[in-house]
C-alpha cells in the first residue's frame, strides 16, 4: 500500500502542541502528525460504533424498564394476595364471624400499610 501525500495547515498554537508532543516522544514532527491522524481517524471511529452501542443499550434499557413494570405489578398484586390470605386466616383462627365487607376493609389497611413501609424504607 503506497501512502498518500496531504498538505496540513496548522495554527501556529497546533504547531507549538504538536512539536511539543513530538519532542516528548522523541518523533520528527512529520511522524507524530501521522500518528495524530491516525489516533484521530481511530477515535472517529470509535465514537461512531459506540453511537451504535449506545442505541442498543437504550433499546436494552427500555426493554429492562418495561419488564420492571411488570414485575413491580406483578408483586404489588402478590403482596395483596398475601394481606388477604393473611386476614381470612386471622379471622378463622380466631373463629370470629366477620363480614366480606370487614375483613376487605382489614385486607386494603394491612395491603397500605405494607405499602407505607415498603415506601419508608426507600426514603
Known amino acids: 500500500m503506497s501512502a498518500r501525500a496531504q498538505t496540513v495547515r496548522l495554527t501556529p498554537a497546533r504547531h507549538r502542541v504538536l512539536a511539543g508532543f513530538a519532542k516528548s516522544h522523541g518523533l520528527s514532527e512529520y511522524a507524530m502528525l501521522a500518528r495524530v491522524v491516525d489516533a484521530g481517524l481511530t477515535a472517529l471511529d470509535h465514537r461512531a460504533s459506540e453511537d451504535i452501542d449506545t442505541r442498543e443499550m437504550l433499546a436494552e434499557l427500555a426493554s ?3 419488564r420492571m413494570v411488570d414485575v413491580e405489578r406483578m ?11 393473611y386476614c381470612y386466616a386471622r379471622h378463622a383462627a380466631l ?3 366477620t363480614s366480606d365487607e370487614a375483613v376487605t376493609a382489614e385486607i386494603n389497611a394491612a395491603y397500605d400499610r405494607q405499602r407505607r413501609r415498603a ?3 426507600r426514603e
Open 64 to 66: 429492562v424498564s418495561t
Open 75 to 85: 408483586l404489588d398484586r402478590a403482596l395483596f394476595t398475601a394481606c388477604a390470605a
Open 95 to 97: 373463629g370470629a364471624r
Open 119 to 121: 415506601q419508608e424504607g
